[in-house]
């Protein structure tokens, strides 16, 4: 079992940033792939940004080359460094590890923290 906890969300004026943090509860880099999604009303989950255990990052096209995704193995935190905001980005945002371990999908949600962007 995997405990995912985010912190850093908040309300900023459109073109400000924010950093999101994920604190798991053990060593799981190596072995998951970690990432981001964010919901806003009335919308489906999608997915803002991963990195695999390899170190690959995917990003949605919306988010490229304003966000950055990393993640810190001593502290096992993963992180979202979001610049350039747009009321767009405005969602509740989750933190999510997952892998495949003997064919059975194991997947696991933070709690999720607000990001609002006024214009």
């Known amino acids: 079992q995997v405990q995912l906890v985010e912190s850093g969300g908040g309300l900023v004026q459109a073109g400000g940033s924010l950093r999101l943090s994920c604190a798991a509860s053990?060593?799981?880099?190596?072995?998951?792939?970690v990432g981001w999604y964010r919901q806003a009303p009335e919308k489906q989950r999608e997915l803002v940004a991963e990195i695999t255990s390899g170190g690959t990052t995917n990003y949605a096209d919306s988010v490229k080359g304003r966000f950055t995704i990393s993640r810190d193995y001593a502290e096992n935190t993963l992180s979202v460094q979001m610049n350039s905001l747009k009321p767009e980005d405005t969602a509740v945002y989750y933190c999510?590890?997952?892998?495949?371990?003997?064919?059975?999908?194991?997947?696991?949600w933070g709690q999720g923290t607000q990001v609002t962007v006024s214009s």
């Open positions: 053990g060593s799981i880099f190596s072995v998951y792939i």
């Open positions: 999510n590890a997952r892998r495949v371990r003997s064919g059975i999908n194991y997947s696991y």
